[in-house]
């Protein structure tokens, strides 16, 4: 449990300063920051659940402080369906639209881009 929350803190606190830099860099008007963290994190995933779970380089341990705490803690899933609504609520279809569909098929590109790396080391 001190793993999986050691690992959470961490993957919150980076996920803040990326969702910060996105911001900085891409502006407010979309959640840039949000898309970004949800891809990363689905690519870190893929790479994560292969290294750790199929290849067991590392013990249980560490796998739930990565895979639990970490990426569960980086990952924004409940934050991107909230702007998603706010997007929709908002009368923006096609941003609220694209940002679904974005988000969904970037997010599953990245998993399966990360197993694929992870399995070429």
Same mark, same amino acid.
């Given at each position: 449990?001190? $793993?999986? $929350?050691?690992?959470g803190a961490l993957g919150a606190i980076a996920r803040y300063w990326l969702t910060e830099?996105?911001?900085t860099?891409?502006? $407010?008007?979309?959640?840039?920051g949000t898309l970004i963290v949800n891809v990363l994190g689905s690519l870190c995933l893929g790479f994560a659940f292969v290294?750790?779970?199929e290849r067991a380089l590392v013990g249980p341990l560490w /796998?739930?402080?990565v895979i639990v705490g970490f990426l569960? $803690?980086?990952t924004t899933f409940s934050t991107f369906s909230l702007q998603a609504f706010?997007?929709? &609520? &908002?009368? /923006?279809?096609l941003a609220g639209g694209g940002y679904i569909v974005g988000s969904v098929v970037a997010?599953?590109?990245?998993v399966g881009a990360g197993m694929i790396l992870a399995k070429q080391i």
């Amino acid at each position: 449990m001190i $793993a999986i $929350a050691l690992g959470g803190a961490l993957g919150a606190i980076a996920r803040y300063w990326l969702t910060e830099l996105s911001s900085t860099m891409f502006g $407010a008007e979309f959640p840039y920051g949000t898309l970004i963290v949800n891809v990363l994190g689905s690519l870190c995933l893929g790479f994560a659940f292969v290294l750790l779970s199929e290849r067991a380089l590392v013990g249980p341990l560490w /796998r739930s402080a990565v895979i639990v705490g970490f990426l569960g $803690a980086f990952t924004t899933f409940s934050t991107f369906s909230l702007q998603a609504f706010d997007l929709i &609520q &908002q009368e /923006r279809f096609l941003a609220g639209g694209g940002y679904i569909v974005g988000s969904v098929v970037a997010s599953l590109v990245a998993v399966g881009a990360g197993m694929i790396l992870a399995k070429q080391i």
